[in-house]
């Protein structure tokens, strides 16, 4: 399904841990469903800037336009905000870090760190997955 682009209310996904192990790879279910990481430098967008959306690669609603992606040079893809209302944060249990997941299914994102001084709108780093998340070229949007 390709994404649009526009921002509606994520649609809840709910599926059962077998369901999500049928329908993601041994990787994805690692990272979205039990909170996995993928190691550093190793995802495919973490250097990609192409223009486009970045939806959830667990249920497909759109999560980040690419105009809000920037290079950090912290090993993984970052963004400076998200759509709205498609990411939820939680505390991470140690309280250090801020959880991100996608507002519709849950899968686990990433973190969102606040105050590093990077020169966006929000001064916050979405520091996300390449895993998490399915690039749609705008040129495929619908």
């Not at 849950?106 to 606040?114: M, N, Q, S, W």
Request: some cysteine.
């Amino acid at each position: 399904m390709a994404s649009s682009g526009a921002t509606p209310t994520p649609v809840s996904v709910q599926k059962t841990e077998e369901e999500w192990q049928a329908i993601l790879s041994p990787e994805q279910f690692w990272i979205l469903r039990q909170k996995g990481t993928e190691e550093r430098g190793t995802g495919k967008y973490d250097k990609f800037y192409e223009e486009g959306v970045y939806d959830c690669a667990g249920c497909g609603t759109p999560l980040y336009k690419s105009g809000t992606k920037f290079n950090s040079g912290c090993g993984w893809p970052a963004f400076f905000e998200g759509l709205p209302g498609a990411i939820n944060r939680s505390p991470d249990p140690d309280g250090r870090r801020t959880e991100i997941t996608c507002a519709a299914c849950g899968g686990h994102l990433g973190h969102v760190f606040k105050g590093e001084g990077f020169k966006t709108p929000t001064d916050e780093r979405h520091c996300v997955n390449s895993v998490s998340v399915k690039f749609v070229p705008a040129n495929a949007a619908v």
